[in-house]
């Protein structure tokens, strides 16, 4: 083999373990989604709200339900 091929192999490795690197960082920092999505209980809070933590929580809940209904509309 040419040192050319060999350096284009090179690249093209250094590529693919560079975007498949990136994918994974990319999945771990985004949130706990698919943890939750495996285990659900592992999400869930037990404990109390603090002041104003309800209000907030529901309101968040309506607007996701809100966003989700739109979306499912389109």
Known sequence: ????????CGFVL???SLVSGCSLIGSDASDRGG???WNR???MYE????????????EEAARLNRASSVRLRR
């Open 1 to 8: 083999m040419s040192i050319q091929t060999l350096s284009r």
């Open 14 to 16: 250094f590529f693919v």
């Open 35 to 37: 943890e939750c999505r």
């Open 41 to 43: 209980s592992s999400c």
């Open 47 to 58: 404990g109390r709200y603090e002041p104003g933590e309800r209000d907030y929580a529901e």
